[in-house]
């Protein structure tokens, strides 16, 4: 029998599972006789900033089957983040959801 490489989602048992960065930017532009923003000269082009700040940023998996999602934190991927490692994150993650939920 073939060893299945799946992440389940203990919630649904489906392994329909996203993993999902959102992140929110704030850009600005200076504002001079040509146009907003120092670069943009014709028209206001929206790469052409002149400050970007993360503002806020969310990491999370989510089954797409069930809807339920667990919140996730990566920095740096390396060889120890394998199915095993996301796959325990994830159960730690639904119990946690589970026992607040029970509270």
Request: hydrophobic share 20%; proline share 0%.
């Given at each position: 029998m073939p060893v299945m490489n799946r992440i389940i989602c203990p919630s649904?048992?489906?392994d329909h599972l996203v993993l999902?960065?959102?992140a929110?930017?704030?850009?600005?532009y200076m504002l001079d006789s040509d146009a907003p923003g120092l670069k943009n000269t014709n028209e206001l082009l929206p790469?052409?900033?002149d400050k970007r700040e993360q503002k806020d940023t969310q990491q999370y998996i989510e089954c797409r089957t069930c809807g339920i999602s667990y919140p996730c934190y990566f920095d740096r991927w390396?060889?120890?983040m394998n199915k095993k490692a996301?796959?325990?994150a994830v159960n730690s993650a639904?119990?946690?959801k589970q026992h607040l939920d029970n509270a």
């Open positions: 649904c048992n489906d999902k960065y959102v929110t930017y704030e850009y600005s790469h052409m900033y390396s060889e120890r996301i796959q325990d639904y119990l946690a």
